[in-house]
């Protein structure tokens, strides 16, 4: 037996596109970061707009019976910097001259001198950031998991949807429940 959920269903893709755009924002916002160096950097979490650009809803939905399941994808760099590594965490120094070259910035000393852009430069860079994420980690930010811990209380909205395709469907939810329809009334089966 089937029960419809399109009202449900209507909701929590609303739902999840609401959320992505409320990720891209804060992916937008600068925050202020501090590095064991004592570097204070206030700046978005992504300059180059990938991580951004890398939100989406799944729109293949998985559907079962009487559910179905949305996906939000995305970077898995977004979660690594939302949820922070554990010292000993590798890095490829590949991926991180990757990363340089996407981002816009200016390559800079410790002292603050302006370094050449090379791509010796960028692997030298890479390979210190390497290090550095290997003996220290990455500090978590948790732009998603405040969001999603702050949204989750809209969620409680789906309730008139709910309540709706209850409605709607109300002889298919009771035979689901395990009630049988005799005429105008449901008994439940023994």
């Not at 300059?47 to 989406?56: D, I």
């Not at 995305?74 to 991180?96: F, P, R």
């Not at 998991?145 to 409605?167: A, M, W």
Request: charge should be positive; glycine fraction near 6%.
């Amino acid at each position: 037996m089937s029960f419809k959920l399109k009202n449900t269903e209507a909701f929590l893709i609303n739902y999840a596109n609401k959320l992505i755009q409320l990720a891209k924002t804060e992916i937008d916002e600068p925050r202020q970061r501090t590095y064991s160096s004592g570097r204070v950097v206030n700046a978005p979490i992504d300059s180059s707009g990938e991580l951004k650009q890398s939100l989406r809803l799944d729109t293949k939905a998985i559907r079962g019976g009487d559910f179905f399941q949305f996906n939000i994808n995305g970077s898995d760099y977004g979660e690594k910097v939302d949820e922070g590594t554990k010292a000993g965490t590798s890095v490829s120094v590949n991926d991180l001259v990757s990363w340089i070259n996407r981002k816009p910035v200016t390559l800079q000393s410790a002292k603050g001198r302006k370094l050449k852009d090379t791509a010796k430069t960028k692997n030298r860079i890479a390979n210190l950031i390497a290090q550095k994420i290997k003996r220290e980690g990455i500090k978590p930010t948790n732009f998603l998991t405040r969001l999603v811990d702050e949204q989750f209380d809209n969620l409680l909205g789906v309730t008139p949807e709910v309540v709706k395709d209850i409605s709607q469907n109300l002889d298919s939810f009771m035979q689901m429940l395990g009630y049988t329809k005799q005429g105008n009334t449901f008994k439940i089966q023994k």
